[in-house]
């Protein structure tokens, strides 16, 4: 259900970060409205009047999700929170995000204010070519200057999986009532670059882990055995290389038995290691191999 318009929750600020960082340099000092520190939920405890960084509330709104900081950086770059949902739903157009709608800077539940994971995936290819917010969305705590009262202020990371799932790499997680838990993940991993997004979870990071573990694992089994062959996917085949169907890719990962002959005294698949192999196979790739989950 890649295309399903969702709430989406506070991976909102994957567009945030997008259309602060395009719009405003990281040195810039932000005053602190009473609006921006008034917003509540998820927040780092921003004071009226206080001046900070455009840099310092990206940290907060990436790694802290501050909902305050993200206020704060809209009404800096866009006047208001009307104006800055402007800016976001035209850098969404500019990307041709075709079921993404944006209402405010957050992600808190409101009317109209959607996306869809195929939208986020695309959210999280342009964030990570910003080499600030790839370097925040795989922060796991940042300390800020204490409030005006002396309170100290720290930003750990919402993302459970950093440091706990190898190659983790962020990027944003989210939730509300109406979205559910939301999380964008990135892992990196010999060379490979994996974006994986779950919407309306019960469990964002098991259910992260699980859809990571499967897209790796399909990636490298394609890489290995298909990519010789497919040329109709993005040029990866060598030149001249035969353009294979659906079912066609589907078939070529079944490696059939040997036929007798000189080269074969046996049935490799009656064997020992053949038995293995299949086993492992078909629990791997279920769907294709026709074997259980």
Known sequence: DAEV???MASVTKIMT???????AELDELVRISASAAATGEAEIGLVRGERWSVADLLAAVMV???NDAAVALAEHVGGSVEGFA???NAKASE???????FVNPH??????HYTSAADLVTMAEVALQDPYLARLARTSRITFRPDPSGVSRVANNTNRLLGIYPGIAGLKTGFTNDAGRVLVSVLERKGQTLIGVV???EDHFDDSRRLLDYGYEFLNLKGRFLAPLVEEEGGAGTPGAPSLSRLDRLAALVAPSLPDGQWSVGDFRDSGLGRSIETWFRSTMPVVTGGTP
């Open 5 to 7: 318009e969702r709430p």
């Open 86 to 88: 402007e800016l976001m």
């Open 107 to 112: 992600g808190l539940d409101i009317e109209g």
């Open 17 to 23: 970060a997008i259309v602060v960082v395009e719009n």
């Open 95 to 101: 990307l041709g995000l075709e079921h993404s709608q």
């Open 64 to 66: 802290r999700s501050g």
């Open 199 to 201: 919407m309306g979870s």
